[in-house]
Structure formats: structure tokens, C-alpha cells
């Protein structure tokens, strides 16, 4: 297991306990007790977590772990999901993305196709997530607006007055958004309520809405709502969506498309 590995590990197992201590965690992980020190001395040095006497404890000013921690869950269901949203995308139109990470793969899908290499432009992407907007303005054939606003560290968001003015006086044709949760009773969701207001505005500027989360996210519920399920078009998510629960969306007259 490599650092990063172990890093992602221990992140993990924090945020299910809530708290580690250093031999269980070196069982669990199969290294050495001083490798686990080492490790959460690092990770502390990052204020990803706090370090105590005999282990660790979540950060006191968030329990969510940092986009760039949580890019490497569920990988690859999320490099399909990714794809499979790129391909709904047509050339020319105007498309919202959200922050998080399955919409950071969603951008870097778009970037690979070949027929969005050129134009005038080949794309207009509306975000008001500060990595998607680095990662594609460096592509001329894109045309990038980015919303004003307050910045998120942990998901790299700007949310406010200031974001929501502006998207406000936008018009979408697709908006694709990542949520913590997506329920057909309950709708989709995510833990913040600042993200989730920026997130209802984006769909409601739409034309079309897409949501792009992987099945875990699915059949359950978050915090602070987004919008409910019949203002959804489509759901791309993968393969381990169950039966059961993407029937129940598809009642909601919900496109399900498993990646």
C-alpha cells in the first residue's frame, strides 16, 4: 500500500468513526504502529485532522475531507459515469457544472472529445468551482464563465450573494450536478446549504437537468435540499444502482442511465 493509499485509508476510517487510535489503525492497515504516528502527524500538519494523544480526531471546523482526499472513491464508477455524461453533450451548447468530484471528471471528459478540440466556441461552461474553472481555461475552444463569491476549501466552491448574482443572469442549456444524495421521495441534496442553494439556482436556470452520482449516493438523504426529483431530466449513475430504487426514480419520470 502506498502512502497515499494509506492516507485515503485512514481518511476513510475517520470519517466513518469519528475518531482513531494508532494500533487499531496499524492492524487494520497492516503497517507498523510508527508508520500510523508518522502518518497523522502528516496528515495533522495539513489540519486534515487533529492529532491526540494516542491517535486522531476529526477537524474541528469540518467533518468533509478536502476534493483533492476524496477524488480516489469509487474511481472508477465515477471515470464511467463521467464519460457517459460527456457524451450527452452537444457541441455548442451552454452547460452548468457544479463542484465536486465526479463533475471535475465530467469537465475533464469534455476536454478529451475530439469534436469539442475546436469552435467558436465549442463549449460555454458556467461553473462556480475554482478547479473546473483552472482546469479548463487553459482549452481557447472553451469559453469559461466563472461565478463570483465566497470560496469553499473543502470542495474548491464559491457560494453567496455574490455567486448567485451572477448565475442568476445566466441561462443554461444542460446543468450537470453532483449531490451527496439523491432520493425519489426526497429529492436531491447535498450537506451544505449554501452549496445547495448555488445548485437549485444552476437547475433552475436549466433547460436540462443532470445528475451525475455514483449508487451510493442514491436512496438516501442529505441536509439541505437541492431540488426535487421531477425537476431531474436524466441520472447517470453505475451499475450498482438497485433495481428497486431506480424504478422508483424512473416513476418520478427520471431518465436512469447506468454506467
Known amino acids: ?33 510508527a508508520t500510523i504516528r508518522r502518518d497523522l502527524d502528516q496528515l495533522a500538519e495539513q489540519q486534515l485532522l487533529v492529532r491526540t494523544r494516542g491517535g486522531a480526531v476529526l477537524h474541528g471546523v469540518s467533518y468533509e475531507l478536502p476534493l483533492r482526499y476524496r477524488t480516489s472513491r469509487r474511481a472508477a464508477e465515477k471515470s464511467r459515469i463521467s464519460e457517459t455524461v460527456a457524451a450527452l453533450i452537444v457541441p455548442g451548447e451552454v452547460i452548468g457544472l457544479t463542484g465536486g468530484t465526479t463533475t471535475t471528471e465530467v469537465a475533464r471528459a469534455l476536454a478529451a472529445r475530439p469534436d469539442l478540440a475546436t469552435g467558436s466556441p465549442a463549449l460555454t461552461v458556467v461553473t462556480n468551482a475554482l478547479n473546473i474553472a483552472g482546469e479548463l481555461v487553459i482549452r481557447p475552444q472553451f469559453k469559461i464563465v466563472l461565478t463570483g463569491g465566497v470560496a469553499r476549501p473543502q470542495s474548491y466552491e464559491l457560494t453567496g450573494p455574490l455567486a448567485m448574482g451572477v448565475l442568476g443572469q445566466l441561462s443554461v442549456d444542460t446543468a450537470v450536478v453532483g449531490v451527496d444524495a439523491f432520493d425519489p421521495a426526497d429529492g436531491a441534496a447535498t450537506r451544505h446549504e449554501d452549496e445547495a442553494a448555488m445548485n437549485r439556482l444552476l437547475c433552475e436556470r436549466a433547460r436540462r437537468v443532470v445528475i451525475a452520482a455514483d449508487s451510493s449516493k442514491l436512496g438516501v438523504r442529505a441536509f439541505a435540499r437541492i431540488v426535487a426529483t421531477d425537476a431531474v431530466d436524466v441520472l447517470v449513475t453505475d451499475t450498482g444502482l438497485s433495481p428497486s430504487v431506480a424504478e422508483a426514480f424512473e416513476a418520478a419520470g427520471v431518465e436512469v442511465i447506468r454506467a
Not at 492516507?7 to 470519517?15: S, Y
Open 1 to 33: 500500500m502506498t502512502r497515499k493509499e494509506r492516507w485515503q485509508t485512514l481518511l476513510d476510517l475517520l470519517v466513518e468513526r469519528g475518531e482513531l487510535e494508532v494500533e487499531p489503525a496499524a492492524e487494520a492497515l497492516g503497517v507498523s504502529a
